[in-house]
């Protein structure tokens, strides 16, 4: 599956690399080999949208909308519906309440019943997503916007295994070509490089000041708050010691940073989503009879779950009230709800609340702000 043009590119990512190890994989494994082409959906379902929430001043996930959008839609339609496919399977960390362990642990030595997929998709119930065997690789972070209807017909052959496990498998195998790739990091289908030149490659300079969170004072010039993101080490010329990006102000170009790391201005403990994609299509019944439910949140993936209380909105939006506050929570990244090892599903954040920073100058405020003297009553005439 191709979903960026390399000749527009001159990134570290091969796709022409990519297909022609899974190619190798097909061969050696014996089964056919079809090549498809996503770029113009990739480009206008996920790279516009992500320049878009950039230019906002917020930080996409592509990844997440990779998933959403090409393989669990476009590539799962073609799956389905051009190859005749039963069912979708991927490499994806992760598993759903229709595996059936029986029949992958038996496969290798009979031939599955007939029409064993088919029949599990029949099931009426909604299939739930959960957190694979291998909880440090677990990727149903990633997984978190796709819909019932894909999840409904996808297995997850590795969803019991370790990644060490499925290394030595493929050792076995004789796949040493594909266990020498170095793992991806970058953005999805894009690979690494340096992000402020790739994303002014498609977006105009637009100058701006830093400014000091703490006085006002302008610190230095950037090339365009989309550049940065919450949290990340701002580089400012002629500055020795390490400045952090705390806030932004599009409609001034400004980004305020803080002296350090862990700046009381970018911590927050409450976020606000848009409507939220629940993975069985419903909000759990405890959120729709209370409007609250208690659960676990994260935005970035490999993150420790953080118990949090959800709200629930009339528009399907929710409040998250985490137990603590969190650093650089992000306008623009996934608000990702477990139950457990159920992931229930993600929203997009688009609202924050207020920082530590400015909890803390309101406290202040409140203890510098004058006590009216009480007034002696004045005696009756």
């Known amino acids: 599956m191709k979903n960026w043009d390399s000749l527009d590119e001159n990134g570290v990512c091969s796709s022409e690399k990519d297909c022609e190890d899974a190619y190798k994989v097909c061969q050696n494994l014996d089964i056919p080999f079809h090549q498809v082409s996503y770029v113009k959906e990739y480009w206008h379902e996920v790279f516009t949208n992500l320049l878009k929430e950039y230019e906002k001043g917020r930080t996409p996930n592509p990844d997440i909308l990779c998933n959403k959008h090409i393989k669990f839609n476009h590539f799962y339609n073609y799956a389905i519906n051009s190859l005749g496919a039963d069912a979708m399977a991927t490499g994806h960390y992760a598993r759903t309440s229709q595996e059936d362990e029986d029949v992958f642990q038996q496969s290798h030595v009979a031939p599955p019943p007939k029409h064993v997929f088919r029949d599990r998709f029949e099931i009426r119930n909604p299939v739930r997503l959960y957190q694979g065997a291998d909880r440090f690789k677990d990727q149903t972070f990633f997984l978190s916007q796709i819909s019932q209807d894909a ?21 076995e195998a004789g796949f040493q070509h594909v266990l020498k790739k170095k793992e991806s990091m970058g953005i999805c ?35 365009g708050w989309f550049t940065l993101t919450l949290g990340q080490r701002a580089r400012i010329g002629g500055q020795r010691d390490a400045w952090f990006v705390v806030d932004k102000d599009i409609t001034t ?42 659960c676990h949140f994260r935005f970035i993936h490999q993150m420790p779950l ?13 409040w998250i009230m985490l137990s603590q506050p969190i650093r650089a929570l992000t306008p623009g990244q996934f608000a990702v709800l477990y139950k457990g090892d159920e992931c229930l599903g993600s929203g997009k954040i688009v609202r924050l609340g207020p920082t530590e920073h400015t909890l803390q100058q309101g406290r202040d405020r409140m203890k510098e702000a004058p006590v009216a003297k009480e007034r002696t009553p004045e005696p009756a005439s």
């Open 151 to 171: 999840l409904r017909r996808t297995v997850f052959p590795l969803s019991g295994l370790t990644k060490d496990y499925v290394k030595k498998i493929a050792a």
């Open 189 to 223: 289908f894009i690979g690494e490089r340096k992000f402020e030149d790739f994303i002014l490659e498609y977006l105009e300079p637009k100058p701006g000041n830093f400014v000091s969170i703490e006085d006002g004072k302008i610190m230095g010039e950037h090339q």
């Open 253 to 294: 170009g400004e980004v305020f940073v803080g002296p350090t790391t862990n700046h009381p201005a970018l911590f927050r403990d409450t976020v606000r989503t848009d409507r939220f994609h629940w993975i069985t299509e419903d909000p759990p019944t405890e959120l729709i009879q209370t409007k609250m439910m208690e």
């Open 306 to 318: 953080t118990p949090c209380t959800v709200t629930l909105n009339m528009d399907g939006s929710v």
